[in-house]
């Protein structure tokens, strides 16, 4: 049988598959194909998934919205024959198998066109967790929990773009010949080849780079720029459109890649700054006098909760979580 007929064969016994109108006999000769290699298992996936996502509604079927399902799902896939349940099969044809026919075998076309002629962007998304990825330049990125990074599986000829949603410590190849340019929020950052970090969490007024090595242009939108070098930092200040760089007052920028934190006499509202950079929360301070209080600890790869018992007990104050924050109260600090 040659190769096409034979997906031809089994898109048809998948969509009598999800349908629940296999016999026990073709329910076999599907498992089989199934184990028998990976692209065949991943096939199945993609055909499930397409199946899933049309509500066994042909007309309904969105080929975009099944391909993000795939991308988001596939990796954390824990069985491959999705358990359905049956009726006997009482009749060969039936119009319910022959539109999830339909659904998976629409679906098999979508994938290989955007396989071949498909938009360039790849994805590297950090929810929980702090995760690395190496772009094809060979720069390596590390993204901090709740961030993303949007960048091509190829770059141009002229330049190396990528688009960041969140937080990011960035080692930038070098190549003079095509500058890495970082879009991030209503700012860009241009770089020939250096290390640095940059802040672009939504919901914060500002967007920050901090250098670590090398020099870095953080660029406004109306493109005025700071040229930053090794232990500067360049802010700018959505509201007002200002932008301007500084000494690096933080140790602590890059905590939440490396685990240590230290705090030498360090104010209160500085560390809990710290604390939801590092763990992706969100700590308050319940009234103004605790700004004043002051802590010294270092820290090495602790949770969060050690932390916390360690800073309420030093300054005498209590910690109180609610469904979306952890506020700190107490009487404050002279």
């Known amino acids: 049988m040659k190769e096409h007929d034979e997906h031809i064969e089994f898109e048809i016994l998948t969509g009598k598959y999800l349908a629940g109108e296999t016999t026990a006999e073709e ?3 599907l498992e089989n194909w199934v184990k028998a290699s990976e692209a065949n298992k991943r096939l199945f996936l993609e055909w499930k998934h397409a ?44 119009i319910s198998w022959r539109i999830a026919a339909a659904v998976v075998i629409f679906a098999a076309l979508g994938f290989l066109l955007f396989t071949m002629f498909g938009n360039n962007e790849q994805q590297l998304v950090a929810s929980k967790s702090v995760v690395a990825g190496t772009l094809a330049d060979g720069s390596k990125i590390t993204l901090n929990q709740n961030s993303t990074l949007v960048y091509p599986k190829k770059f141009d000829d002229d330049q ?11 080692e930038v190849a070098k190549n003079p010949e095509k500058p890495f340019i970082i879009e991030a929020g209503e700012t860009q950052i241009k770089v020939l080849g250096t290390s640095f970090y940059v802040d672009a969490r939504p919901g914060q007024n500002q967007v920050e780079v901090t250098v670590k090595s090398g020099r870095v242009a953080l660029i406004a939108p109306d493109q005025s720029q700071v040229i930053l070098t090794a232990g500067q930092k360049g802010i700018f200040i959505k509201n007002e459109k200002d932008l301007y760089k500084e000494e690096n007052p933080d140790e602590n920028y890059l905590a939440w890649k490396t685990g240590l934190i230290r705090f030498e ?5 500085q560390v809990a700054k710290v604390l939801n950079r590092t763990y992706g929360v969100h700590i308050t301070l319940q009234n103004r006098a605790l700004e004043n209080c002051r802590i010294t600890a270092n820290f090495e790869n602790q949770t969060l909760a050690d932390i916390l018992l360690i800073v309420s007990e030093t300054l005498d104050i209590s910690v109180n979580r609610t469904a979306n924050s952890i506020i700190l109260s107490g009487k404050g600090c002279d």
Do not use: C, H, Y
Request: glycine share 4%.
């Open 160 to 170: 190396r773009k990528v688009k960041l949603n969140g937080d990011a410590f960035f």
């Open 265 to 269: 006499n360090t104010e209160l509202g």
């Open 27 to 29: 329910q076999v000769t």
């Open 51 to 94: 199946w899933q996502m049309a509500g066994i509604n042909a007309m309904n079927f969105n080929i975009e919205k099944a391909k993000q399902i795939i991308a988001d799902n596939f990796a954390t896939e824990e069985s491959v024959m999705l358990k359905i349940p049956r009726e006997p099969a009482t009749r060969k044809l039936n």
